[in-house]
């Protein structure tokens, strides 16, 4: 698709920005969500192309502003409602659970 | 067809959803917990750019190895006086995992993912590069399966090196394009 | 389980090994060809970005034969197709400003590349 991730030779998209010595993961979400994603696609639950494209069909405000780990929770939480893995109602209503005990 | 982008609400703290996600897939026994320690341990601390620095070390002082390690065409492409190259995935973030580890983040985002492939000197300038005009650049867009490392030219000043000496001078970004190794830049432990 | 993170790491760091399948038939390029990228504009997933989309570039190898990400994404089977380097000048893609010595090698499926007949 002729989305927003096709991004080469585009321009504007602001300066190159380094972290020195950047770390492989900054948060432990992303670590978590690393973990997942990779476990779930080594386990069949889909495949790597059907991965990217549901990161390719991401809202492409979102795409362009969120952190890179943000893209792979998004593409897990996507491909595992539509397969019926794990539904969004399932994971909203955990999320609620989790946020109601206040801490893990 | 469903818009992906009309959901009712926000998302939520990417932490709360992970949390949810995770704990989900462990009670539906799609995870393993002791994977996910696992899984993360061996990207955060067991593979890296030090796995690349040893084969290029060996192609450097090693010709029969280094002849292989290019014949085959898919593993390195080799820097010469008169080719630098520069890798790039510009759809999304395809990185050779199995020598350089997981990719840093300025690599996986828009502006270097625009740029590289339509101002490749000017972004290798940014990076403290300069290439001359009469030198070619080739920037490989790893839009396939094939994963590509960047073999550097071994510096000067560095005969009779012993191989851990030299993979010790040779960085991530020189193994992407983005620079080169420099003896003098591994002494005082600049350029990542 | 303790065996099965790294049975899972394997397969995991060998993603893209996994994506290899033999094609059926011949090639239909060779090393040297003049080829043309094909003006295709799929809403589904695909691997031919726009800026290499009708633009000429030279067969520089053959990779073999890979599944097909376009149909994969789908759960339209592997379909293999051959997967080719092609090389690309950057004036070719961006006009007489790009240096003269610039060049863009990307990898593309068979079906994304049509022969230029010879001058």
């Known amino acids: ?104 | 067809m469903k818009h992906e982008h009309e959901h009712t609400q926000p998302p939520s703290d990417p932490a709360l959803r992970i949390k949810a996600l995770e704990s989900l897939l462990i009670e539906k026994g799609l995870v393993d917990p002791g994977a996910i320690d696992e899984l993360v341990d061996i990207f955060e601390h067991r593979i890296g750019p030090r796995n690349g620095a040893r084969v290029v070390a060996r192609a450097w002082v090693d010709p029969l190895y280094r002849q292989r390690l290019l014949e085959d065409g898919t593993k390195a492409m080799a820097n010469t006086p008169q080719v630098h190259n520069v890798v790039v995935c510009t759809l999304c973030s395809c990185y050779p995992w199995p020598t350089l580890g997981l990719p840093p983040t300025w690599y996986k985002s828009p502006p270097y993912r625009s740029r590289v492939v339509i101002e490749p000197r000017k972004v290798l300038a940014e990076f403290g590069l300069a290439i001359a005009p009469e030198v070619e650049v080739r920037v490989w867009d790893s839009s396939a399966e094939i994963r590509y490392l960047v073999l550097p030219m071994r510096p000067d000043g560095t005969e009779g090196w012993t191989e851990e000496q030299l993979a010790a001078l040779v960085t991530r970004d020189s193994m992407i394009g983005t620079n080169v190794p420099r003896v003098d830049a591994a002494a005082t432990g600049r350029g990542k | 389980m303790a065996a099965l993170p790294r049975e899972i790491v394997a397969t995991a760091i060998r993603t893209g090994a996994s994506a290899r399948a033999e094609v059926g038939s011949a090639p239909r390029f060779k090393v040297g060809d003049a080829v043309i990228a094909r003006n295709m504009n799929p809403t589904g997933h695909t691997r031919l970005p726009r800026y290499i989309r009708g633009r000429r570039g030279v067969i520089q190898r053959n990779h073999g034969g890979f599944a097909f990400a376009d149909t994969r994404a789908h759960g339209l089977g592997d379909q293999p197709q051959y997967v080719y380097s092609v090389r690309f000048e950057g004036r070719e893609l961006w006009g007489p400003d790009a240096a003269v010595r610039d060049a863009v090698y990307i990898d593309l499926w068979e079906s994304y590349i049509e022969p230029v007949p010879s001058r």
């Open chain 1, 1 to 104: 698709m002729n989305g927003i991730h096709d991004l080469g030779g585009m321009q504007g998209l602001g300066p190159l920005i380094r972290e020195p010595d950047e770390p492989v993961f900054h948060e432990e979400w992303e670590r978590r969500t690393f973990a997942c994603l990779i476990l779930t696609l080594a386990g069949g639950q889909y495949t790597v192309d059907e991965l990217r494209h549901s990161i390719e069909r991401m809202d492409p405000a979102r795409y362009l502003s969120t952190p890179y780990y943000e893209h792979w929770l998004h593409s897990a939480e996507d491909l595992l409602d539509k397969k019926g893995v794990v539904t969004r109602e399932e994971l909203a209503r955990r999320a609620a659970e989790i946020a109601a005990r206040g801490r893990d």
